[in-house]
C-alpha cells in the first residue's frame, strides 16, 4: 500500500489549504493516522493524529488553526490549514500505523509567504 499526498502550495499568510493523502489499498488494523512537517533545516515534528475512534489531537503550535480528518470510504486523510503562518512552510508527510506496518507519504510542500 502506498500513500499519496496532495494539496500543498504557495498561500501568502493568513490562507488556507487542505492537504489530502489517499492510501492505494486498503490498511488493516490502524492504529493511528497522522500529519508531520518538516521544515528546512529542522527536524520532523508532529502536527496533527486522529485515531480510529475519531478522537484527534494537535500540536500547540496549530491547534485552533488546523483540523485533521478522515474519509474511511475515499481511503483518505485530511489536514485542512486555516490562518497559515510563514512558520508553517515545510514539506508536510503523512502517516498511517498499523499492526502490520508504518507507512508514509511521499510529502507534499507547503510555502506560506509573509
Known amino acids: 500500500v502506498q500513500l499519496q499526498a496532495s494539496g500543498g502550495g504557495l498561500v501568502q499568510a493568513g490562507g488556507s489549504l487542505r492537504l489530502s493523502c489517499v492510501a492505494s489499498?486498503?490498511?488493516?488494523?490502524?492504529?493511528?493516522r497522522r500529519w508531520y512537517r518538516q521544515a528546512p533545516g529542522k527536524e520532523r515534528e508532529w502536527v496533527a493524529s486522529?485515531?480510529?475512534?475519531?478522537?484527534?489531537n494537535y500540536a500547540d503550535s496549530v491547534k485552533g488553526r488546523f483540523t485533521i480528518s478522515r474519509d474511511i470510504a475515499k481511503k483518505t486523510l485530511y489536514l485542512q490549514m486555516n490562518s497559515l503562518e510563514p512558520e508553517d512552510t515545510a514539506v508536510y508527510y503523512c502517516?498511517?500505523?498499523?499492526?502490520?506496518?508504518?507507512?508514509w507519504g511521499q510529502g507534499t510542500q507547503v510555502t506560506v509567504s509573509s
Open positions: 502517516n498511517i500505523n498499523s499492526v502490520y506496518g508504518n507507512y
Open positions: 489499498g486498503s490498511i488493516n488494523g490502524i492504529k493511528v
Open positions: 486522529i485515531i480510529p475512534n475519531g478522537i484527534v
